[in-house]
């Protein structure tokens, strides 16, 4: 496993790393540990304040760190910053509300036969957090802005492209007040994780990558009798139907499928159009495509950048090439570049059946599916024909079908007449093969907590004390 930056404009590897050995990642458990006895006697305050203070350094070196992202994995210049701010803002959000996520929340204590019944929620422990590439620092900081401030310490294995992200991640907690070990970067490869979960220290696991990382980490999570949060994989559809504004759709569809250079879990990648708007929406989507302009992610004109990986581009092409020698059809787009770096072309295909990849599986990269329905069952059928289900779009100004949409996507999320995206505010995650469990919003600061239940009783004896016990 080679750790280092390469520059997917051209190739260069311009730093490299060794791996941790195991007496350095032994060290990082115990002082994560260590961390944590620490931090969960601290306030909630003061965790506050340490965390708005990880905000500051975010927002104050932005445009350092959004420069060192588009270097290391592609995404350009303008959706690095943009991508800084939101985890600044997330902090913020958590330092905020932490306090109302965390208080005791009261049962009916009568009903219990108590003087006094609540619930506490407490922090659990490490957390090894396992993290993908594509959002390097949010993927992150949804995770650990949330269990920092439940008291919980982190543990990054980040993806092996991204190594100065991610030791960037750990300097910006240590500098922002963190106890030492409060946060820790792991330089390791994929073969260490087995033995950094199986440690009894660490508690807990979150993932998000493919479905075979993720069966990979439940399977030790599950022999370990650990918690795990996975998000892995999406296909998600974003289905129009007649009562859409066509353009206002391709225009949100064109951003949806090639935002982050079409390298999303939550980009919409099968979109589901109805009969009688089909022609209009398929001209207006691939002129929008086609006329995205693809380069060096620095310039501000730039709208799509490289690929992360060389590898990621093949299987891309790979994908397409499938569907178009059994029969697809390409409107834009689908031509792979000659020349350095890893740049794929905003690609719309159509005419796609059963038995092509692109029917099944999950295309990251800036590649659409176009497919023509005549009903809404037709489109509710096609739309959770998958084994993912991470997010869905739904355009239709229709009431009665927004209502039908929002209960019969099989989704973790449905967004009606706007794009799939994340918000602290709201909890995000999966069914089906899209994982499990919840980041963000109260939600996901609970997954890594302890949900006490506290019972307090008189102390007094009384007759048929214990005749309901289990």
Excluded at 188 to 204: C, E, F
Excluded at 447 to 461: D, L, Q, S, Y
Aim: glycine share 10%.
């Amino acid at each position: 496993m080679t750790i280092a930056t390469t520059n997917p404009v051209n190739g260069q590897v311009l730093k490299t790393y060794g791996a941790m050995s195991d007496e350095q990642i032994d060290g990082a458990i115990e002082r994560a540990d260590l961390a944590h006895r620490q931090l969960r006697g601290t306030t909630i305050e003061q965790r506050g304040r340490w965390l708005n203070a990880a905000a500051d350094l975010l927002e104050a070196e932005r445009d350092e760190i959004a420069r060192l992202m588009t270097t290391e994995m592609g995404k350009t210049f303008a959706a690095s910053k943009a991508e800084v701010t939101k985890c600044a803002a997330a902090c913020r959000f958590y330092a905020a509300h932490a306090a109302e996520f965390l208080a005791d929340q009261p049962a009916d204590a009568r009903a219990v036969s108590a003087t006094r019944a609540f619930v506490r929620y407490q922090p659990i422990g490490p957390v090894l957090a396992v993290m993908p590439w594509n959002f390097p620092l949010w993927q992150v900081i949804r995770f650990a802005a949330p269990a920092l401030m439940a008291g919980n310490t982190g543990l990054l294995k980040h993806a092996s492209n991204v190594p100065q992200t991610a030791l960037l991640l750990e300097d910006v907690f240590r500098r922002a007040g963190f106890p030492e070990g409060a946060f820790t970067t792991l330089l390791v490869g994929s073969d260490a994780v087995d033995r950094i979960l199986r440690d009894p220290r660490v508690r807990a696991a979150t993932l998000t990558g493919s479905e075979a990382a993720g069966r990979s980490i439940a399977q030790i999570a599950g022999r370990e009798l650990k918690k795990t949060v996975l998000e892995l994989g999406g296909s998600d559809p974003f289905v129009v139907m007649p009562s859409a504004d066509v353009e206002l759709a391709a225009e949100v569809a064109t951003t949806a499928r090639c935002q982050n250079n079409g390298q999303s879990c939550i980009a919409a990648k099968r979109f589901i159009v109805h009969a009688d708007l089909y022609e209009a929406f398929a001209e207006a989507f691939a002129h929008r495509m086609s006329a995205l302009r693809v380069g060096d992610p620095m310039d501000d004109s730039t709208d799509v950048g490289p690929l992360a990986t060389e590898r990621g581009r093949a299987e891309v092409d790979a994908q397409v090439c499938d569907a178009v020698d059994k029969g697809a059809s390409v409107l834009c787009g689908g031509d792979k570049p000659a020349g350095e770096g890893w740049f794929y072309p905003p690609t719309v295909v159509t005419d796609l059946a059963p038995g092509m990849r692109m029917w099944a599986e999950e295309v990251f990269g800036p590649v659409a599916g176009l497919y023509r329905v005549s009903s809404y069952d037709e489109a509710i059928e096609l739309a959770n024909g998958t084994a993912y289900g991470l997010g869905a779009n739904a355009w239709t100004r229709d009431p009665q079908e927004q209502e039908r949409f929002a209960t019969d996507l099989a989704a973790g999320a449905v967004f009606i007449n706007g794009m799939t995206t994340s918000y602290p505010e709201l909890p995000f995650g999966g069914v089906k093969n899209s994982g499990y469990g919840r980041e963000l919003s109260a939600q996901g600061m609970h997954e890594f907590c302890n949900v006490k239940t506290v019972w307090v009783g008189e102390g007094v004896a009384s007759a048929g004390a214990g005749a309901h016990a289990e």
